[in-house]
Structure formats: C-alpha cells, structure tokens
C-alpha cells in the first residue's frame, strides 16, 4: 500500500544528543514537509522540500535540520541546539508544486528528552 | 500578525445533532482552505478542501463554507456519530508558497 512511513514511533533522548527521525513515501510525491505538534498549538511547519536536493525553512526551523537526497525520503535531525525538542512530530507530502491537493500525513513520532 | 484561530474549548453535541466548527484567519490571502481529522496519537487525516472562489463544498455528511470577505469557514457534520469525535483541524494553503498554515485545531466530543 502507499503512503508515508515515519519512524520511530517513540524515542527518548538525553540532553545533548542529535537524533533523527525518518520519513520515508512510496507516493511519488514531489513535496514533503515536517511538522511539529505541541498540546494546544497545533501543527507548526520545521521544514518543507518542494524537489530533491532543495528545502526551505519553515517557521520554527531553528535547532533542526533536514535533507533530500533522494525524492522519497526526508529525514529531519533534532540537534542539541533546539531548546524544547520534547513534542509530537509530523511528516507529511503532497503530489506537487502547484496549490492544490491535500497532505498525506504519517503516523508521527513522539521524541522525548530526558 | 498573522493568525489562524479555531475554538481552543472542545466541542461537545448530542449524536445526531449537527457539529459546527469555526476557522477564522487574520492577515493571511489563502488560496484554498482544508480541513482535516486527527485522532489522538495519529496523523491528521484530509478530509475536504474549498477554493477561494468557493462559497460551499458538500462531502457525504460534510460541509465546509468558505468566506473570504469574513476570513472564516465553518465546517458542519450533520447528523453526528460517537465515531466522529476527534480534533479537527483547518489549513490555509498559500499563493504562491508550498506552505500549509494550521490552525490549533477543535476537539469535538459526541456522546450519545
């Protein structure tokens, strides 16, 4: 079946270390987001990839870093430099550039520090 | 600034009552306006989209109105379930960006 693999589902993490989080589609899609979820802020954007080998920061970009080497994959890296990692994150893609057509969400990945 | 602004207090109906959620937005020109369903612990599910020129969009027992002068659009469930309980959640779809805004989403609770 198609659709978005992000794993993994649970990690913990101690102060200081990188960790990363993978997102994999079998969609074919050309554009890819990450997306961080808190309790009652709902979905902020980290980083988006609208084609291979380029991205663009999203509004909360700070502290994290992305890559996209490939069309289907779009890992993103917590780095000790982001102050609260502790959250519910989010990858997602859609079919193209253009305005239109929904986002295809993963399953999510709850990071905790502790 | 910017805002996208959903009712922060869950939404609590009698089932086969009608759920109605607010999405209002300040300082933003969307092209499109989408609504999804989050269930806890899950990712949001796409649900419906309208076009900025689109006053209404039907999907089974959804709706969506879309008003561009008010900024706003309401997202209706008739004839509401149990099953339907979960966070919805609306979304600007940018011009000219790759950007999708979410608003903080609505829990809506139907009990029997």
């Known amino acids: 079946d198609g659709g978005i693999t992000q794993s993994p589902k649970y990690l913990f993490r101690k102060e200081g270390q990188n960790v990363t989080l993978s997102c994999e589609q079998n969609l074919n899609h050309d554009a890819m987001y990450w997306y961080r979820q808190d309790p009652g802020q709902g979905l902020r954007l980290i980083y988006y990839?609208?084609?291979?080998?380029?991205?663009q920061k999203g509004d909360i970009a700070e502290g994290y870093s992305v890559s996209r080497e490939k069309k289907e994959s779009f890992p993103l890296t917590v780095t000790s430099a982001q102050k609260n990692p502790t959250a519910f994150y989010l990858c997602?893609?859609?079919?193209?550039?253009?305005?239109?057509?929904?986002?295809?969400f993963g399953e999510g990945s709850r990071l905790t520090v502790l | 600034s910017q805002k996208i602004e959903q009712n922060s207090e869950a939404l609590n109906i009698q089932e086969g009552k009608t759920a109605t959620l607010t999405c209002n937005y300040t300082?933003?020109?969307?092209?499109?306006l989408q609504w999804y369903r989050q269930d806890p612990g899950r990712g949001p599910v796409f649900l419906l989209l309208?076009?900025?020129?689109?006053k209404e969009k039907r999907k089974e027992r959804l709706k969506v109105t879309f008003d561009t002068t008010l900024k706003q659009s309401l997202f209706h469930i008739t004839a509401s379930q149990p099953a339907d309980s979960a966070t919805y959640l609306c979304?600007?779809?940018?011009?000219?960006?790759?950007?999708?805004?979410f608003g903080t989403g609505t829990r809506l609770q139907v009990f029997p």
């Open positions: 990839s609208q084609i291979v080998n380029d991205f």
């Open positions: 309208i076009r900025e020129n689109e």
């Open positions: 300082n933003y020109s969307p092209a499109y």
């Open positions: 979304a600007l779809d940018l011009y000219n960006t790759d950007k999708l805004i």
């Open positions: 997602a893609s859609r079919r193209d550039r253009s305005n239109t057509g929904e986002l295809f």
